[in-house]
């Protein structure tokens, strides 16, 4: 368990008498808090809790009244599947445009390519824990009336040029699955959000879009955040600023490790000037990336590879009509890309090792 985590646990245990003696198990004071002290974490105005990342992103899209078919929203295919399914499940259609070849973010020049006249949003997500242009984005979206969305399921504190995600667009979604660098118990997800009518409304779409017990007035999402999550992830929270300073520095400890390699051999994913990251995964281009993995894998080194098949050639998006070839960018990234260990039960030591050990792979 990773330091800090089993102390984040025994401290909610210790709440768990009084959590149970109020019995509020869905959407209470806990709940409310969270939201607060998440929002005020991201620099934003306020936090609207779901019950997961996909949910959030869903019910951003129907703030801005995205919600059929005829509604485009234009992402990225190197994301996890659950980016593209939230716009599926809000109702409207995905576009997929390709990444830029040395970030891996999705590219505004290619968006704007590949935008219609029926682009309602672009949905940029900060992969890997790094933050997009959100200044191209903003001026993009402004440029085609298209609406701003931004997926920050894996960018938890992270800033763009020192200003919060709420300050480019009114919505970024967030997800607390257990391995993000906020991690729930369980599933759990926040919308951080820059105006109050927004948060009113994702409040109502959270919980079955009703306006009183038994009233629903818009079709909403059963997706709500409960308390005992609530109140875990507001013990994780006060550990989050040093958790990501630690995760920044293990990436700069690969980041030495690897500088004597040469960078058509191992190279890490190009990072953006302007732009924050908090390593939710540290990602390396790698030549002969399965032999490499392998190779630390019977050393003990486990890796993973996010994503290995780009959306567009995933059976649940064959709607876009997208064949192999067409999003080269991100198809040849696939075949490259390798997460190291990266978290903060990490050390040095573990670090230095992944490191000898690819030296060893390559130059050995
Ligand atoms: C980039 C990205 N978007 C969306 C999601 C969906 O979040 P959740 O699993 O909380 O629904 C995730 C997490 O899996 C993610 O990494």
Request: aromatic share 8%.
């Amino acid at each position: 368990m990773r330091p800090g985590h089993t102390q984040c646990i025994e401290a909610w245990q210790r709440r768990l008498p009084e959590l149970v003696e109020r019995s509020r198990w869905i959407l209470g004071p806990e709940v409310d808090a969270f939201e607060s002290e998440f929002a005020a974490f991201c620099g934003a105005a306020r936090a609207v809790g779901t019950a997961s990342g996909t949910d959030a992103i869903t019910i951003a899209l129907w703030l801005h009244d995205i919600r059929t078919p005829e509604h485009e929203v234009i992402t990225t295919p190197l994301t996890a599947p659950f980016t593209a399914l939230a716009v599926l499940r809000a109702g409207a259609s995905v576009r997929f445009a390709d990444v830029d070849p040395d970030t891996l973010l999705l590219d505004p020049a290619r968006a704007a390519a590949a935008r219609t006249a029926n682009t309602a949003a672009f949905l940029p997500v900060h992969l890997y824990g790094q933050s997009c242009d959100l200044e191209r984005w903003q001026a993009l979206a402004g440029k085609w009336g298209a609406a701003l969305v931004q997926d920050a399921c894996q960018a938890h504190g992270a800033r763009h040029r020192g200003r919060s995600f709420n300050d480019y667009s009114p919505c970024a979604a967030y997800s607390f699955y257990p391995t993000k660098n906020l991690g729930a118990l369980g599933d759990g997800g926040a919308l951080c959000l820059a105006r109050e009518a927004d948060a009113e409304r994702a409040r109502r779409l959270r919980d079955g879009g009703r306006v009183s017990g038994h009233m629903a007035e818009i079709a909403g999402l059963n997706s709500r955040l409960d308390e005992l999550q609530a109140a875990y992830l507001r013990v994780a929270l006060a550990h989050l600023p040093e958790w990501n300073s630690r995760r920044q520095w293990l990436a700069r400890l690969y980041d030495e490790e690897l500088a004597a390699l040469p960078a058509e051999l191992i190279r890490p994913v190009g990072r953006a000037s302007g732009s924050d990251h908090v390593y939710h995964l540290y990602v390396v281009r790698a030549a002969r990336r399965e032999a490499l993995r392998q190779f630390l894998e019977s050393r003990g080194v486990m890796t993973g590879i996010h994503y290995p098949v780009p959306l567009h050639l995933q059976p649940a998006f064959a709607a876009c009509g997208l064949r192999p070839g067409d999003l080269p960018v991100a198809e040849r990234a696939a075949g490259e890309i390798l997460s190291l260990p990266m978290g903060v039960h990490l050390g040095e030591e573990e670090v230095r090792y992944t490191g000898s050990l690819i030296r060893d792979f390559y130059l050995g």
